[in-house]
């Protein structure tokens, strides 16, 4: 059976443990239509296009005309 020859320090297994923890900011890209930021292989939220085609119809948003 295989025994440690040295002790492990607890800040060598406190940083090996700590390696799953760690959170990083998503991916942003351009998108190629209309400019916005959007996450790389997905559709634009602000104008439904992916790669250059309209995937989802997006609609102007309505604004209040009767103040």
Excluded: W
């Excluded at 942003?28 to 997905?42: A, F, I, K, Q, V």
Aim: glycine share 4%; with cysteine.
């Amino acid at each position: 059976m295989a025994v440690p020859k040295r002790r492990t320090s607890s800040q060598k297994r406190d940083s090996r443990r700590a390696n799953h923890d760690k959170v990083s900011a998503p991916t942003l890209s351009r998108c190629s239509n209309c400019g916005e930021t959007m996450r790389p292989h997905r559709v634009c939220p602000a104008c439904g296009f992916y790669a250059g085609i309209s995937v989802v119809e997006k609609t102007a948003p309505a604004t209040d005309a009767q103040a």
